[in-house]
């Protein structure tokens, strides 16, 4: 669905962009609240680079393709994008690697396509992806939540890891994503019944984060209850996620993980109501949307329990979009009085 930037009269009662783009921001904050309890100074200065790099970023290109400014400036959709990315890189990221992963998502994957409503990819997932497939193990190792929250590194310490790369001591308290731990640890012949008695498990995922996805769902519900997304892409993504997670858990429960794991672990929850959702990216029919969603859990679980990477809905969502125009063509709904051809 392409977003006007400049609403006609007849459009002036719709909600513009600029409005959309504030809701999904507030309806980020719970999930956000709670990586700040646990992570501290390292979820701020994600936050602040990222929206300083989008928007640099953004600037540059608008003047560039002799844009005006301010009117995309302040949509607010370059800082969804930034906010989407910052909050799904580990904490305490470089500067570089924010910076570098903003260049791929505001540059390449916007406005190379023509700018917000042209761009057939979402642009939060392409940035992802590109600095994820190029730095695997910066992307994959988190800090240890609470070990790193505000009561124990302070931001003068934040700063040197950002900016300097200053990490001494640091290497003991960092581990991998349950996501990643489960994955090599079946691999190596291990059980999940012997996973699970290990420190970082909770009840539903992974212990600590799995209050984040809570925090993505209350958001998310939000969003449905001021009608900012419809119910059917979240539905159809976190439904088929759950089903095929749990045929292959009922077959197996030692080798393959419970459907509430998959659904509270990783990007789960994050990309079923904030990603998954993108207007533009995303398919427009009412039966389109449940393909197209129901597509993005299925190749999320087939990368996380087969692919090389430990979550798939990055992935997921960008081999989704390239098959949005196949989807809404096939999906049309019929217009009364006329016939299909």
Do not use: C
Not at 79 to 100: D, K, N, R
């Amino acid at each position: 669905m392409t977003i006007n930037q400049h609403p006609t009269h007849s459009q002036t009662q719709q909600p513009n962009v600029s409005h959309i783009m504030r809701q999904v921001l507030y309806a980020l904050l719970p999930g956000t609240a709670v990586l700040l309890w646990y992570f501290g100074w390292g979820i701020v200065t994600n936050l602040v680079l990222a929206i300083l790099f989008a928007e640099l970023f953004e600037w540059g290109m608008l003047k560039l393709r002799q844009r005006p400014v301010r009117p995309f400036l302040s949509d607010y959709s370059a800082v969804v994008t930034a906010w989407l990315l910052a909050v799904a890189m580990p904490a305490f990221s470089p500067w570089w690697l924010i910076a570098l992963a903003m260049l791929f998502a505001i540059v390449l994957a916007k406005h190379l396509y023509g700018g917000l409503g042209y761009n057939p990819f979402n642009p939060a997932m392409v940035g992802y992806a590109a600095v994820l497939v190029s730095y695997p193990v910066q992307m994959t190792i988190w800090p240890t939540p609470l070990d790193f929250s505000m009561n124990h590194i302070n931001l003068a310490q934040t700063l040197q890891q950002v900016f300097l790369d200053e990490t001494s001591g640091w290497d003991a308290f960092t581990a991998a994503t349950v996501l990643d731990h489960v994955k090599v640890s079946l691999g190596m012949g291990q059980t999940l019944s012997e996973l699970h008695t290990q420190t970082g498990f909770g009840w539903l995922a992974g212990k600590d984060l799995e209050w984040v996805s809570l925090g993505w769902l209350l958001g998310g519900l939000w969003l449905w209850y001021r009608r900012i997304i419809t119910w059917q892409i979240p539905l159809a993504f976190l439904g088929s996620l759950l089903l095929i997670a749990g045929v292959f858990w009922l077959i197996n429960p030692q080798a393959y993980a419970s459907p509430l794991f998959h659904a509270f672990s990783g990007a789960a929850m994050l990309g079923a109501f904030f990603i998954a959702t993108d207007p533009v990216s995303a398919s427009t029919t009412p039966v389109g949307k449940l393909l197209y969603a129901a597509g993005i859990g299925i190749f999320t679980y087939i990368i996380r329990t087969w692919g090389g990477y430990p979550d798939g809905v990055a992935f997921a969502v960008i081999i989704m979009n390239m098959a949005v125009p196949l989807i809404d063509y096939y999906t049309q709904p019929r217009v009364y009085g006329t016939s299909r051809s």
